[in-house]
């Protein structure tokens, strides 16, 4: 199977999309057939690009992609050219939808497209109602946006969601049907780790609590920080790890350790890594997300997840963590770590459980092998 590849960004490049694109083009190259990245230069107006790239990232995130729907019409020359030099079976879309715009195949092939949320439902959700937006873009921009989408997504053969979540929001809203709009999960922004040790859970021994992200704040490190002192204040020995950014003073002590940066890419900053998602009792992360690769990551090492249930966040609640309701904060989560406590056999069930979701669903070899399977059925379905 012959797949050309469609995104903004190229998917050599690791960073961008927290990981995501790489991972989503690796796991295509391995089990679905030979994938080719398309053109993201603009053609005619490709000065416009580099001259949005050049400005800092807060500005260039808002002006890339609206930039490029409204300039689609000519940005897709370059994407047409590029299929039509070689024959093609998928165009496989991942995070960029502006990337359809203007989207003419000059021969019959499958349309497919992956991304963790879309503009429109994010901004109408819980999610992206907690960040605000401004005036102009809520009347003016956003309508014209909505009706961009609504024309891609019906375009598309298959909408490929990581979420239940996504999928039943962007069916609502954009009117798309169950033949073309399917969940399937996405995996951990890290490769397979071998099956973890059981880390026991007792009273009166330390608990190691966990947090992954940049930004201290979005990914709810004060809560996490206070359910830590709540649970000192009833006697426990609670610890926290911060992986990804630096709390504010305030929020710093003995008890917490902090890793600012790590580069996975890096062996000695890979060993730190595993190493404090293996030492760690729960991740509590109250943040408001769309999917989270932190929380497949805490599954792949069998660790169970306090969160909330906002957005698609990939955890199944009682069963391999616990996903509260909004507006939960720290003292249902040291209540929870509390019962755990005082209850271990069902805290190591909830850790065997969430690696077993992890190898049957949260990993990119499951993902890739179904995505794989849904083009060989629906190339075959589209045949004469």
Not at 63 to 69: E, K, P, Q, V
Not at 234 to 253: Q, S, W, Y
Not at 309 to 327: D, F, I, K, R, Y
Request: aromatic fraction near 10%; hydrophobic fraction near 40%; include cysteine.
């Amino acid at each position: 199977m012959k797949i050309a590849y469609l995104c903004d960004i190229s998917p050599e490049h690791a960073q961008p999309y927290s990981g995501g694109n790489a991972r989503i083009y690796g796991a295509l190259k391995k089990h679905v057939g030979e994938v080719d990245i398309l053109p993201q230069a603009w053609g005619a107006v490709e000065g416009v690009r580099k001259a949005i790239y050049a400005l800092p990232d807060s500005a260039n995130l808002r002006l890339r992609w609206r930039l490029h729907l409204l300039l689609g019409k000519i940005i897709s020359r370059n994407v047409t050219r590029a299929l039509a030099d070689k024959q093609y079976d998928v165009v496989f879309g991942a995070y960029s939808f502006q990337s359809f715009t203007h989207f003419k195949a000059p021969y019959p092939l499958l349309t497919a497209y992956t991304a963790d949320a879309t503009f429109s439902v994010y901004k109408r959700s819980e999610v992206g109602q907690s960040f605000g937006s401004s005036w102009a873009s809520r009347r003016l921009l956003d309508p014209l946006t909505e009706r961009a989408e609504r024309r891609i997504y019906q375009q598309l053969d298959l909408a490929l969601w990581p979420s239940e979540w996504l999928k039943r929001e962007a069916d609502a809203l954009y009117g798309l049907t169950d033949s073309q709009s399917l969940v399937l999960p996405w995996g951990a922004n890290i490769d397979p780790p071998e099956a973890p040790v059981p880390v026991p859970l007792a009273p009166n021994t330390p608990v190691n609590l966990l947090l992954v992200g940049r930004d201290w704040f979005a990914k709810g490190g004060p809560q996490a920080f206070e359910t830590m002192m709540l649970l000192r204040d009833k006697g426990v020995d609670a610890r926290l790890t911060v992986i990804g950014t630096t709390p504010p003073e305030f929020h710093c002590n003995e008890q917490v350790t902090v890793h600012p940066s790590l580069n996975k890419a890096l062996p000695e900053d890979a060993a730190v890594f595993e190493a404090a998602f293996r030492q760690a009792h729960f991740m509590v992360q109250p943040s408001f997300e769309s999917w989270g690769f932190a929380f497949c990551e805490a599954a792949a090492f069998g660790l169970p997840v306090i969160c909330l249930n906002v957005g698609g966040v990939p955890v199944q609640n009682g069963l391999t963590g616990h996903a509260l309701e909004s507006g939960a904060g720290a003292a249902e989560f040291a209540a929870l770590i509390l019962q755990h406590i005082n209850a271990p056999d069902g805290y190591r069930n909830m850790r065997d459980a969430a690696r077993q979701d992890y190898d049957a669903r949260l990993n990119w070899d499951q993902w890739g092998k179904s995505a794989g399977e849904l083009f060989e059925a629906r190339l075959s379905s589209l045949s004469p």
